[in-house]
């Protein structure tokens, strides 16, 4: 199944804020492999697949460093169409020599962790089948295990690297939060999303139509975190994309009886959750 596109809501584009473009860009393209689809003197916007954005990247002026223990971006995740994919890309990673921070398998999926020149954390993941997640009680079971590297990099031993595959996706998003309880109300009652799994009273995992998770949110860097200056490294918004103008429409009136403002800046519509994360409201086209 497919849980990221029509009937499906899912996560979109993201926007990064950052300290030096052409390094990101550089980053982007040879470590990532994505490829740039739009430019500007402080803004790209990067694809993988030629036509659709996926990244857009900006260096705004007087921009600040990341800081530590905020609210914001935890890690964006991308998500690639197969597990032979996610081989190759282990391989590149490792021939380039760039730090990786982890590997795991989740049980749903496997994924291998890193983070931009800026600290901005990255998840790239392949997927296992559906058919093969287990549900007790309503809740996806997932964990954080060992990945077999060894049997990873053995799938895909016969193909080489060009870049990211066509049809790699945002996967999910995964969110730093002040608090809990007032991120999943705004999530459930708000955007309309289903809680799937909870790890104890620090992290939820959220999604639409039985998928894993579209957004993670945690409160690791602690109850109560502040929010960062606007003008900071990380995430200036990431964006849900809903199946068609009603169910949008559906949402920011539930956005409303929250209450949670909704804004619309250059045609685009955006709300905020209750730790200041910036969230554009898109419909799938």
């Not at 300290?19 to 393209?29: C, K, W």
């Not at 030629?50 to 460093?65: D, N, S």
């Not at 079971?141 to 590297?149: E, F, K, Q, V, Y």
Request: with cysteine.
């Amino acid at each position: 199944m497919n849980f990221h596109a029509e009937p499906i809501t899912f996560t979109g584009p993201i926007h990064l804020l950052v300290t030096d473009l052409n390094r990101s860009l550089a980053f982007y393209q040879e470590i990532i492999g994505l490829q740039l689809l739009t430019s500007t003197d402080n803004k790209i916007v990067l694809t993988a697949d030629g036509k659709t954005p996926l990244l857009i990247v900006e260096q705004p002026q007087g921009v600040l460093p990341k800081e530590k223990r905020t609210t914001g971006l935890y890690h964006f995740a991308l998500l690639l169409p197969s597990r032979i994919d996610l081989s190759v890309a282990l391989r590149h990673l490792l021939e380039t020599g760039y730090p990786l921070q982890g590997a795991s398998d989740h049980l749903v999926s496997e994924a291998i962790y890193l983070a931009d020149p800026d600290g901005n954390g990255i998840e790239i993941y392949a997927d296992r089948s559906n058919e093969t997640w287990q549900w007790e009680n309503g809740a996806v079971l997932m964990s954080t295990g060992p990945i077999n590297a060894e049997n990873l990099l053995a799938e895909g031993k016969d193909k080489s690297w060009n870049g990211m595959p066509e049809g790699t996706v945002m996967g999910h998003i995964h969110l730093h939060v002040s608090d809990l309880q007032k991120a999943e109300e705004f999530y459930c009652k708000g955007l309309g999303l289903d809680v799937v799994s909870r790890y104890g009273s620090q992290a939820l995992f959220l999604s639409n139509g039985g998928y894993h998770h579209h957004i993670g949110l945690n409160t690791w860097n602690g109850i109560g975190a502040p929010q960062p200056a606007r003008n900071t490294v990380g995430l200036k918004s990431l964006s849900l994309v809903f199946p068609n103008e009603d169910e949008r429409k559906k949402v920011m009136q539930q956005l409303q009886q929250i209450p949670a403002s909704v804004i619309e800046k250059n045609g685009a519509l955006f709300t905020k959750d209750p730790s200041g994360n910036y969230i554009e409201l898109c419909v799938s086209k």
